[in-house]
Nanobody, 124 residues
Framework: QVQLVESGGGLVQAGGSLRLSCAAS????????MGWFRQAPGKEREFVAG????????YYVNSVKGRFTISRDNAKNTVYLQMNSLKPEDTAVYYC?????????????????WGQGTQVTVDS
């Protein structure tokens, strides 16, 4: 069982930056592939970024490539999402999720555990 708690969301001007954190409970955090998803009002939950258990593989949706960076610190049971050059279309609730699988997957149903989400609002 893994419990996930996101933090770091907030209101930022377009072009600004935020760093999201996701703290995980449990001793097996390092064995999980981790992902960040987002959901805007009236839209489906969307994959944003994922990272393998070792941190050696990362994957991003095209719309955030070059702007967002996912990383993890297994010693701290934490995964991060550094978001730079934010745009109004990045506004959403951001969720982190844990997947028992060994490769980064992009579909929400592949993930076993979810956090409660943190709101990111980018003002134009």
């Amino acid at each position: 069982q893994v419990q996930l708690v996101e933090s770091g969301g907030g209101l930022v001007q377009a072009g600004g930056s935020l760093r999201l954190s996701c703290a995980a409970s449990g001793r097996t955090f390092s064995s999980y592939t981790m992902g960040w998803f987002r959901q805007a009002p009236g839209k489906e939950r969307e994959f944003v970024a994922g990272i393998s258990w070792s941190g050696g593989s990362t994957y991003y949706v095209n719309s955030v490539k070059g702007r967002f960076t996912i990383s993890r610190d297994n010693a701290k049971n934490t995964v991060y999402l550094q978001m730079n050059s934010l745009k109004p279309e990045d506004t959403a609730v951001y969720y982190c999720a844990a997947d028992r699988g060994v490769v980064v997957r992009t579909t929400p149903r592949s993930y076993d555990y979810w956090g409660q989400g943190t709101q990111v609002t980018v003002d134009s």
